[in-house]
């Protein structure tokens, strides 16, 4: 999730070589890639966990921590309003809904009991001060997320992903659920006929509940509908009214203002801008260039909240970097709040005052609050308590570079940094070019362990906000539309031919490497262009046809706006699978592969590994027992980011400073 900051944009040649510490004569000369770094798999795995997902409830303050070292389970904690933080739910249990395979919106708390789905099982739990969590919904196919607790009717309305029939593709609905349901609750259907829904919010008075309903093959960044219906005294809805939202208009983040205006964001500028309605009128609160709004990728997201004298308290994307901004009613102009990041996601507020995930190129990932009454940011939670010498970290800088078409792409570049080490003279260090995934998402500039892990060992890694990433405006993502496997390989080519251009890194040493879509633009570079040397993929996709016809619902239609409605243009699909075209590949690749993946298979990774086996190119395939769509468990975490750096140390020639348990690779020759 996630979103940039840039410091100083690339627009001239580069020539200063003296990559490392300022005093160079305390250095060691080294070759890059055989600098010793502090950051190490085992440091990032064992001090770092995952933060989101606040909420207020009162004085007290929630979010969840996924915690690698407990399995990657995620645990909803509590800072009470005596400042102290306490685990909410026991162990055993985790956090997690498969709504969607992604998830998000797993809870929700109305006075101090809270209402969670549980990963094993999925079952919506009741937890209430002093007692054990007890099961609400039955166990089997049903899935629940993005609940909104409707205190006047006693009950939870949600949205419900039904897999009781075999075969069929899942059914979602808007449900409404007793709060005190005895454990074999399905819910009562509220809202059906669309393909997906998400967020019902209830109306201060409980008379009214908003929500937003998509259909195939739209995503939610593409198309959604805002509705809203009343709500009876029997908990049924009335006759639905549509507010706002097209196949073409993407609304992001309903919410209700006390006054009874409903707010949202609405794309329909070509920005996601923040709107009002309120007599049946919708008008815009503050027109600009500039993004309110985020890929639903998961449920519960929120970029905006309502401050106690009823002003918008909210935070925006422009020119690469978030920024928290105050809009007072009846204003047009947004007042800033200064705040020292920028990266900022999931606002949230209440009486306990504003809260919200930040971070920044120094700082790592946390969870924040502003008081009500004027005062400092006070930091609740870091994803990272590490203290690091600020000397060692790379800060990112924003890449602006030419792309096919005379057109300009954007990327974060993190130069090699280590203050114990200089490189050799004359040496250009090796670059990582880092292809998110989505591919509807963004790079974010929040501190990254992971890539510092790489920077401060003599790496260059330049992370690619390709065309149809998020940020920079509906246009800018929709390049992608029908050229997926296109624009975002050639802007990773670009990128990196940029900065060789430049003479900041070795054109015989360039990796590509990305996770998921990212994964797919990773092999489809190595595969359709004979730039990179290596290359590296994470759950990523090498079969295109396969993606269309074996994948979960969410995403089942997704690649008819990136590639096409399938089968009609298998053809085009088949061109642009890497699976299809090992013959043009002639680079080492390895590959990381959860076995219980549902979005990407690991039979995706399985054929791509067999096809370079049979070519004789240099091939690792690394599985994980246990691991779904992206790594959770610290071994595994811990175990991919080593085999990756022990994959690039045989392909390009160069010692480790530590000493990393071993990859089989096959075809190598020494």
């Not at 203290?387 to 570079?401: I, K, N, Q, V, Y």
């Amino acid at each position: 999730m996630r979103h940039l900051c840039l410091c100083c944009a690339v627009t001239s040649i580069w020539t200063d070589t003296s990559y490392g510490p300022t005093d160079v004569s305390e250095a060691q000369i080294a070759p890059f890639g055989e600098w010793g770094s502090p950051i190490t798999a085992e440091l990032i795995v064992s001090e770092t966990i995952g933060l989101g997902s606040p909420a207020v409830d009162g004085q007290d303050i929630y979010w969840l921590e996924m915690r690698p070292a407990e399995g990657g389970r995620n645990v909803l904690v509590r800072r009470g309003a005596g400042g102290i933080t306490e685990d909410i739910t026991p162990a055993g249990f985790n956090v997690r809904t498969r709504v969607h395979e992604y998830g998000g919106g797993a809870y929700a708390v109305h006075d101090g009991s809270v209402y969670f789905s549980n990963f094993s099982d999925q079952r919506v739990y009741r937890h209430r001060p002093g007692a054990e969590p007890q099961p609400m919904t039955p166990a089997g196919d049903l899935c629940y997320a993005d609940a909104v607790v409707d205190i006047h009717r006693r009950r939870l309305v949600c949205v419900r992903e039904d897999h009781r029939v075999p075969g069929a593709e899942p059914r979602n609905t808007l449900v409404g659920l007793a709060l005190d349901a005895p454990g074999d609750d399905a819910g009562d259907v509220l809202a059906s006929g669309d393909d997906f829904y998400a967020s019902p919010r209830l109306s201060p008075d409980g008379r009214l509940l908003a929500w937003l309903s998509w259909r195939h093959p739209n995503m939610p960044w593409d198309g959604t509908r805002l509705w809203v219906a009343p709500v009876g005294e029997d908990g049924a809805l009335g006759e639905p009214l549509r507010v706002a939202g097209s196949d073409d208009e993407s609304v992001f983040e309903p919410q209700w203002a006390a006054d009874g205006a409903l707010h949202f964001v609405s794309d329909r500028t070509g920005w996601w801008n923040l709107y009002r309605w309120y007599d049946r009128r919708v008008e815009a609160l503050c027109p600009m260039d500039a993004e309110f709004g985020l890929p639903q990728w998961v449920f519960g997201m929120s970029t905006y909240a309502f401050g106690q004298a009823g002003e918008i308290l909210c935070a925006y994307t422009q020119d690469g970097r978030w920024h928290l901004a105050s809009l007072a009613p009846g204003q047009a102009r947004l007042t800033p709040i200064d705040v020292p990041y920028a990266a900022i996601q999931d606002v949230v507020a209440g009486p306990a005052g504003l809260v919200f995930t930040a971070g920044s190129p120094e700082l790592s990932t946390a969870i924040v609050r502003l008081p009500p009454d004027p005062g400092p940011v006070q930091v609740l939670r870091r994803s990272s308590e590490t203290a690091l010498d600020g000397r060692l970290l790379s800060s990112p800088e924003l890449m602006e570079f030419p792309t096919e078409g005379g057109r300009t792409a954007h990327a974060l570049f993190y130069a090699p940094r280590n203050p114990g080490y200089r490189a050799r003279p004359g040496e250009r260090p090796p670059l990582l070019v880092q292809s998110h995934g989505g591919p509807t998402a963004a790079a974010s500039s929040t501190l990254n362990l992971s890539i510092q892990f790489w920077t401060s060992r003599g790496f260059a890694v330049v992370d690619v906000n390709y065309g149809g990433s998020t940020g920079y405006g509906r246009a800018y993502r929709e390049r992608l539309n029908g050229r997926w496997g296109i624009v975002d390989v050639d802007d990773c080519v670009n990128a990196a031919r940029h900065l060789v251009r430049q003479g900041r890194v070795d054109t015989d040493r360039l990796a590509i490497r990305g996770s998921s879509a990212g994964g797919y633009t990773t092999l489809a570079a190595l595969s359709f262009r004979e730039v990179f040397k290596a290359g590296a993929s994470r759950y990523g996709i090498s079969e295109l046809e396969s993606l269309a016809a074996d994948t979960h619902k969410f995403e089942s239609r997704y690649l008819d706006r990136l590639i096409g409605p399938y089968p009609k243009d298998r053809e085009t699909y088949r061109a642009r699978s890497p699976i299809h075209h090992v013959d043009r590949l002639s680079a080492p690749v390895i590959f990381f592969q959860g076995l219980e993946d549902r979005v990407v298979p690991p039979s995706q990774a399985e054929k791509m590994v067999k096809a370079l086996r049979g070519k004789g190119l240099p091939v690792a395939y690394v599985t994980f027992e246990g691991e779904q769509h992206g790594f959770r468990q610290a071994a595994n975490i811990k175990r991919a980011l080593e085999a990756e750096l022990y994959f690039y140390s045989r392909i390009f020639g160069f010692e480790p400073s530590e000493d990393l348990e071993p990859v089989p690779i096959e075809n190598l020759r020494q």
